[in-house]
Structure formats: C-alpha cells, structure tokens
C-alpha cells in the first residue's frame, strides 16, 4: 500500500521563525532609534525645556495661592460692598414714594459706602462687580438716564435662566424709551432668544411682536405672534394673542 508523506513541513517552520525573528529584530532596531532621536532631542533642547517646565509649574504654584489669598477674599470683599447699595436698590423696586433719590443712592452710595457704580469699577473682574453692572443699569433705566443705562446694562454678563434675558431686555427698553424701535426690536429678539423658557421668552417675543406693528414690519410680527401661540401656548402672553394675530394678519394684508 502506498502511504502518502508530507515533506517541507520542517523547513517552512524554520523559514517562518527566521522571518518572525528578523521582523522583532528591526521593530527593536526602529525603538532603539527613536529612542535614540528623542534623547538626542532632549539633550539638545534641555535647557529649553526645563524653562517651560519651570514656567508651568510657577503657574500652577502661583495659581493656588491667587486664588486662595487674593480672588477669594477680594470676591468676599465685593460682596459686602454690594450689599449696601443692593438694599436701597430693593426698597426703591418696593416702594411707590421717592424712587429715583433711592435709586441715586444705590448708585452713587452715601455715608462713606460705595454705590453700584463704584463697586463696579473697583471690584471688576468679580462677580459682585459684574453684578453692580446689572443693578446700576435697571437703575439708570428707572430714573430714564438710558444712555448710561445700556452702557452698563451691556457690561454685565450671566448665565442666569431669569437674569441674562432681563438684561438684554432692558437694553431693548431703553432703546424704545429714547425712541429708537430698530435697535429695541433687535435687542427684545435677543432676550427671547437667550434663554428658552416659558416665562422670560414670551415676555420678549411680546415687545418684539408689538414693536415689530409700531415699525409696520407686519409679517414679522405675524411670525412672533404665532411663535408665542405655537411654542409657549401656557405663557401669560398667549391668553389674548390671538387678538393680536388678528390685527398683524390684516395689516400685513393692506
């Protein structure tokens, strides 16, 4: 009987743990040469290096104490000198006498305290002097000086739901109190826009719709309408907005 015999099988073995052990030879031949290039680059360039590793570290240590020693109790400081001109602020959104002299003392102080316009300037960079920018502005805008009440009103910065879109807001009523109903409308389009709510948005959209009727922009102030009514149906403003759909429906029809 012929019995069938494999052959070769030896050799292709030995052939392919030569080439297994040529390939792991040249991958330890290519680590050793950029091992090789990468100290011949720290050697080079040490001194660079060591000087940026230096200036990191100096960051970081001189961060820590920054904020430990500097920020927090200038933050603290702030704070306490917000709380003076923030308590005439309430009594003057409180009382139906005498607002506006409430009004300048929250702004200019009085009895050696700071009012919001000072603490703005001396505490800026913290968030009570960011804060000062908000009162000082609706505070200017009470007592109708609006050029002073944007300019402050733009300074401010937040993140709050309620506050962020009462500050654009009251920029846009300041431009409609000095009459200038382009800038009014863009500046009540970016409160409503700000923040999504069904409370702040709608507002806005409002003055938006009826100041879009006041500049005879009909079909934006359709558009308007029917977002409140489409998107915040439950909103204070959407009770009766269809009244006001109505009117910018056959206006935008003359």
Do not use: H
Not at 53 to 65: E, N
Not at 105 to 112: K, M, P
Not at 168 to 190: R, S, T, V
């Amino acid at each position: 009987m012929a019995t069938y015999k494999k052959t070769g099988s030896k050799v292709k073995k030995g052939q392919n743990n030569t080439a297994e052990q040529s390939t792991t030879a040249d991958v330890f031949n290519t680590l050793d040469e950029t091992a090789s290039r990468s100290e011949k680059f720290v050697i080079k360039n040490q001194k660079t290096i060591f000087i940026v590793l230096g200036l990191v570290v100096a960051l970081i240590l001189g961060y820590l104490p920054y904020q430990k020693y500097i920020k927090a109790p200038k933050e603290k400081e702030a704070a306490n000198e917000l709380a003076f001109p923030k308590a005439y602020f309430e009594e003057a959104t409180a009382s139906a006498v005498a607002v506006d002299s409430l009004y300048t003392l929250a702004l200019n102080g009085a009895d050696g305290k700071l009012g919001f316009v000072d603490v703005s300037s001396q505490y800026s960079g913290t968030k009570a002097g960011n804060l000062a920018n908000y009162y000082a502005g609706i505070s200017y805008l009470k007592i109708k000086n609006y050029k002073e009440a944007i300019e402050y009103l733009e300074k401010f910065s937040s993140d709050d739901e309620l506050l962020a879109p009462t500050a654009k807001g009251a920029i846009g009523d300041a431009f409609a109190d000095i009459n200038q109903p382009e800038d009014a409308l863009d500046y009540y389009l970016k409160a409503a826009d700000l923040r999504d709510n069904n409370f702040s948005t709608p507002i806005y959209l409002f003055k938006a719709g009826n100041t879009a009727m006041e500049l005879e922009k009909f079909s934006k102030a359709l558009d308007i309408f029917n977002r409140i009514k489409t998107d915040y149906p439950t909103s204070e403003e959407a009770k009766n907005i269809n009244i006001y759909i109505s009117r910018a429906t056959y206006a935008s029809k003359k």
